[in-house]
């Protein structure tokens, strides 16, 4: 029984420490569908079979249906079905890729339930096993590990794309043994990805574990407690990943107004940084103004979406995708604004709206979104956009009230929870920076997500029996006076 119980506790960190670890999945993955883009599933759904089979055994099954935050997730899971249901007729016609509209259904909300329901039931149970702050600090050293694995290699790729230092290739190389992981170059844009599979999971990545990396200047006393969010900050930057650059900087600034308020040593040692960094900037622009004006017009110049005119220039190619494919999706829900198409249903009417100017000359749409022989279908960029055409305003609507009591449970844990701020600090670093890149993404595979929603269930629960103590203990002391 122990043997159980520890087996799914290791794969649980296993895939945890594993999530940046994909840029070699291997074939036989395949069978994951969407989550075979990543090595961590697997591990993870192991550990579930492990634990499904211990809690059986011990005849308790426990899922946080208690929680009011979580049952507004299965209501959307509810509101899926009912969208997808009201869309029937129009579903059974569908064919394009090779792939029906029920087979599409049937794997997009299997995915959704992987990551929403069998995934949380671990993390949150692996959680209750450690208790919640041996379970956080436990996360979060399993993150700074594998941390320091993607800096390590995105500096060394840095240097040979950027610095054309290629002599380091041969220590670069040996990262290839890491399970996992193919040495590999993004030379076409001079963009890191570590060992990801490309620039935008290197940025997800970064964005996952900020909360966590972020934490440690205030649980630790060592003047080295602020290197390890410098170091992402910076592979932030290098890696020229617009997202992350956008949103870190956010999370940033997420966790530097919430420590101000809540850890009086923070204002004085803020006050110190801002007036010392005020001189430090003046005296680099001073002397090396001009590289890092050009160095902020770049960023600046990356983050520019609506470029999508310039030929030949990847950026703007993609711009050009995403942009288009975002105004068909707006097409269709001009048609259907109140149940939408049905759950992964969008793209076969969204195909028939795609502007002119965004096909035009665009070899994403000629090799990979509009090509049968390839069954991928293309991304949606936003998921907030995809729910509200998928679904329509029911399901959207039911999904914002979903993210409104994650955000007033946060809130509740940020006003109660004195003993471990730290905690609160991780949950509104990550909630900021997840909700945030939602906006470029339309997927619900962001296991940061799942694992923060985890920890504030297990922390609001952990406040509300300390909380029944308390009044219990009062009850007992009043009756015997």
């Known amino acids: 029984m122990l043997l159980l119980k520890r087996a799914y506790q290791v794969f649980f960190f296993i895939g945890l420490f594993l999530i940046p670890f994909n840029s070699d999945i291997p074939d036989w993955l395949g069978f994951l569908g969407e989550l075979s883009a990543d090595s961590s599933p697997i591990f993870f759904l192991i550990g579930f079979l492990f634990l ?35 869309n029937l007729p129009s579903i059974v016609e569908y064919y394009y890729k090779q792939t029906s509209g029920i087979y599409r259904f049937i794997r997009q909300f299997i995915s959704v339930l992987i990551s929403g329901v069998i995934f949380l039931y671990l993390f949150i149970n692996v959680g209750r ?38 002599f380091l290739t041969s220590i670069l ?53 602020f290197v390890p969010f410098a170091l992402l900050m910076l592979l932030a930057i290098l890696s020229k990943s617009r997202t992350a650059l956008v ?25 110190k940084v801002l007036i010392f960094g005020s ?11 001009k590289p890092i004006y050009e160095a902020g ?54 195909r028939h709206h795609y502007p002119t ?26 998921l907030y956009f995809r729910i509200l055409v998928e679904t329509g305003i029911f399901g959207l609507f039911v999904f914002l009230f979903f993210l409104f009591s994650i955000v007033r449970t946060t809130l509740i844990v940020y006003k109660r929870g004195k003993e471990l701020n730290f905690i ?17 993404t339309d997927s619900m595979r962001i296991y940061g997500f799942w694992l923060s929603l985890a920890i504030l269930i297990l922390y609001k629960r952990h406040l509300d029996l300390k909380r029944e103590d308390a009044e219990d203990d009062f009850s007992t002391q009043k009756e015997i006076e």
């Open 52 to 86: 499904f089979c211990y809690q059986c055994i011990i005849g308790k099954l426990y899922f946080p249906v208690q929680s009011k935050t979580y049952r507004l997730f299965l209501l959307f899971l509810v509101a899926i079905i009912i969208t997808t249901l009201i």
């Open 424 to 440: 609160t600090l991780i949950l509104l670093v990550n909630f900021t920076g997840l909700l945030l890149n939602w906006f470029q």
């Open 357 to 382: 100017w965004a096909t035009r000359n665009n070899f994403e749409f000629r090799l990979f979104y509009l090509n049968q022989d390839l069954k991928s279908f293309p991304p949606g960029y936003n």
């Open 297 to 350: 017009l770049e960023r600046i110049e990356s983050l520019n979406f609506s470029k999508i005119d310039t030929k030949n220039n990847i950026s703007a190619i993609s711009n050009k995708s995403r942009i288009g494919i975002q105004l068909a999706m707006l097409e269709v829900f001009k048609e259907k604004p109140i149940f939408g198409t049905g759950w992964g249903q969008q793209f076969y009417e969204s």
């Open 129 to 166: 096993d450690y208790g919640i702050e041996r379970f956080v600090l436990a996360v979060r050293k399993t993150f700074l590990y594998s941390f320091y694995i993607v800096f390590s290699y995105g500096m060394l790729e840095y240097a040979i794309i950027k610095l054309n230092l290629t």
């Open 247 to 271: 949103v870190t900087i956010l999370q940033a600034i997420a966790g530097v107004v919430f420590a101000f308020y809540k850890y009086k040593s923070f204002r004085n040692l803020f006050n």
């Open 173 to 225: 190389d040996l990262y290839g043994y890491l399970p996992f992981v193919e040495v590999k170059f993004t030379h076409y844009m001079e963009r890191l990805s570590s060992i990801t599979y490309e620039p935008p999971a290197l940025g997800l990545y970064l964005i996952t574990v900020s909360g966590f990396i972020f934490s440690y200047i205030f649980t630790s006393k060592k003047v080295t407690r």
């Open 279 to 289: 001189i430090a900037l003046v005296v680099l622009l001073v002397f090396f103004g």
